[in-house]
């Protein structure tokens, strides 16, 4: 048995993919026998102190506002609270080794532990702290926070990437330091995420997206395609429908573009949605569309694999290494033209049904049990 300390400053209710992925390793750590401690940032409403599945909660206080996103200065205020609150935590624990979820702002606190207790750590980048990844949105990010991802990637055990394709792109900077990247991929909780048992509860084709509300995930097309589609084909309004799950800088301006295409009927947003809800949106769908420009290895599209449904994504690393063409999905090269895929969903259902089967099969490589093994296995 290891002790095993992890570090995240989102864990749920708080953030995204990389808070999912802490949740589900620390309890399957802790389900194959280990002793684990979880440092997070406190929420409304969060014990500071727990003990859940097995393992050890400890939540900083913390300047967080949002559930579905944070900015630099609380991610900074996070880093400073794990560091003066889990300080004497951490030293009673004496962990064996660290997994930071993220370079910036986890991986300065594992930093900070490794010199000043000699724990060794982990980091596991999610995609947006690898200098590279969505350049034109990042790219100041990456060079003003470059000191402080020398400093963390130099000083680790070990760099982990959750895609083939962001490895490849994590070692044109680990290269520097002579560190080699390794890739864990991401994983699915399938005990909560399962296929729907009866028939679709409605008669309308649903279309399910989930995810935060940015340029990066492009929503907007989504809302492009339903329109052209309505415009140009016979069936009426009432045979579509699509939910879109998720917060974020865009809400106000997509649900507005909505409500002045008039399809405010047809198009729903949702919000963010507890985790706990999730499943059932899933169930209810017939078809997953994410037109990412940019992906680490998207936790929505596991979700939607374990759910037994087809995918539509973009080539980008990540998505394609969990979307097989003609096998569970469709690629588009073109995010901005996703009506020839979803036209092509509607024509011909039944080939659409089987890639629904074959999501499902393909997801039970990515079960979070087999993950946790390949990261105890690392420790």
């Known amino acids: ?12 209710p708080l953030g995204g993919g990389a808070g999912n992925a802490t949740q589900n390793i620390a309890r399957e750590l802790a389900r194959i026998g280990n002793n684990v401690l979880v440092i997070t940032a406190w929420f409304p409403g969060c014990a500071t102190d727990e003990v859940v599945d ?44 660290t997994i930071s979820f993220f370079a910036i702002p986890s991986g300065l606190v594992a930093c900070y532990f490794k010199k000043k207790f000699g724990v ?23 060079l003003f926070s470059a000191p402080l991802t020398s400093l963390v990637w130099k000083n680790a055990a070990g760099i982990v990437a959750n895609s083939e394709g962001l490895r490849v792109l994590a070692d044109k900077t680990a290269s520097r330091y002579g560190k080699k990247v390794m890739m864990i991929p991401n994983g699915v909780n399938r005990e909560v995420f399962t296929p729907r048992t009866e028939g679709s509860p409605t008669t309308k084709t649903r279309i399910l997206f989930v995810g935060r509300l940015t340029e990066q995930k492009g929503v907007t097309y989504i809302i492009d395609a339903v329109n052209k589609i309505l415009k140009t084909r016979s069936a009426p309004k009432g045979d579509m429908a699509c939910d879109i799950i998720g917060d974020g800088p865009l809400r106000e301006v997509l649900e507005k573009k909505v409500m002045e295409l008039g399809l405010s009927d047809t198009i729903k947003f949702h919000g963010w949605v507890p985790r706990e809800k999730l499943p059932s949106f899933y169930q209810n769908a017939d ?34 290494e969990l979307v097989v063409a003609g096998e569970n999905g469709m690629l588009v090269k073109d995010r901005t033209n996703l009506v020839p895929a979803i036209l092509d969903f509607l024509d011909n259902r039944e080939k659409w049904k089987a890639m629904g089967r074959a999501s499902l099969e393909r997801s039970k490589k990515f079960d979070w049990a087999k993950i946790a093994v390949e990261y105890a296995n690392l420790i």
């Open 1 to 12: 048995m290891k002790k095993i300390l992890i570090l995240n400053y989102e864990f749920p």
């Open 54 to 97: 097995g393992y050890r909660l400890f939540r900083v206080k913390s300047k967080r506002a949002r559930v579905d996103r944070s900015n630099i200065f609380e991610m900074l205020h996070y880093t400073r609270r794990a560091i003066v609150d889990g300080r004497d935590v951490v030293k009673e624990f004496k962990p064996d080794a």
């Open 120 to 142: 060794p750590y982990v980091v596991s980048l999610r995609g947006g702290d690898v200098p590279g990844f969505l350049p034109e949105n990042l790219r100041w990010h990456h």
């Open 287 to 320: 078809l997953f569309i994410l037109p990412s420009s940019d992906e680490g290895m998207p936790n929505v599209v596991l979700e939607a694999m374990a759910s037994g449904l087809p995918i539509i994504t973009t080539f980008v690393p990540g998505s394609e």
